[in-house]
């Protein structure tokens, strides 16, 4: 306790570097870290495919326009056949950004490198102001 009493500067340094440490884990709790903004960079700078990993109900009440629908539970297996080329971006888009973190695991291990979840989710871009379509 002496030790820790005499180098209080050192124990708080210390403190203050685990707490960085883990801060990632409790931020991506979020799902991603892509912007709006950033999304529509990407799909129209460099062509990047926007997958919605809803259920088809909720994709059929508002959607990122050219969006296409595969729910979550589907992503392992339809992905490869829906967007062939690895190399393009994917924009993985679910309501709240929860699920589209776990797609983007999915993503990431079947080897889609550039595949990133947008933050938030369909709300944050309702917030930006950016158009939804129903089908």
């Known amino acids: 306790m002496k030790f820790i009493l005499d180098n209080w500067m050192i124990m708080s340094v ?4 685990a707490g960085m440490l883990f801060w990632p884990i409790f931020k991506g709790t979020k799902g991603g870290s892509l912007t709006a903004a950033d999304a529509v960079q990407l799909i ?3 062509k990047a495919v926007v997958i919605d990993v809803c259920e088809a109900d909720e994709f059929a009440a508002g959607h990122v326009g050219a969006a296409k629908n595969i729910p979550l539970s589907q992503l392992e297996a339809k992905l490869p056949t829906v967007v062939k ?3 393009l971006p994917v924009i993985l888009v679910c309501q709240t950004g929860a699920r589209s973190g776990r ?4 993503a990431k291990k079947l080897g889609y490198a550039q595949a990133q979840a947008l933050g938030g989710g369909l709300t944050t871009w309702k ?4 158009p939804i379509d129903k089908s």
């Open 14 to 17: 210390a403190l203050a570097s």
């Open 127 to 130: 917030a930006a102001g950016l």
């Open 44 to 46: 129209n700078r460099e």
């Open 103 to 106: 797609a983007l695991i999915i």
């Open 85 to 87: 080329n690895k190399a």
